[in-house]
């Protein structure tokens, strides 16, 4: 039996675009988002990044028009175009944000 600090946060299957970039890259990047926590969240890219890359990022809850903004970092591949990304501040009123949705997302499972 697990304990409340044993247990992983709630994680919450979206499809969201994601935007942003890599800070060691000048280029832009995009991406999709298919879970969300309140800690980080899970990302599919069309190239590769090495555990430890941090990145500036922005996307869109479902009904809310000002974006989700933050920087995080890479934590793991999950596989070859998926990565578990860990949020190392999140801008504004995002935390709320992100919180909000993740709690109304455990409701509906």
């Given amino acids: 039996m697990s304990t409340p600090a044993q247990r992983r946060p709630a994680r919450v299957p979206v499809?969201?675009?994601?935007?942003g970039r890599v800070l060691s890259r000048v280029e832009a990047m995009w991406g999709t988002v298919v879970?969300?926590?309140t800690v980080g969240m899970l990302v599919?890219?069309?190239?590769?990044l090495a555990p430890g890359t941090d990145l500036d990022f922005t996307f869109r809850l479902p009904g809310d028009e000002d974006p989700v903004t933050g920087y995080g970092r890479v934590v793991r591949r999950a596989t070859p175009s998926r990565y578990g990304v860990r949020f190392e501040g999140l801008r504004d009123?995002?935390?709320?944000k992100v919180r909000a949705f993740v709690a109304s997302g455990e409701k509906r499972a």
């Fill in 44 to 48: 599919e890219l069309g190239f590769p």
């Fill in 15 to 19: 499809r969201l675009q994601l935007e």
């Fill in 35 to 37: 879970n969300l926590s």
């Fill in 93 to 96: 009123d995002s935390v709320e």
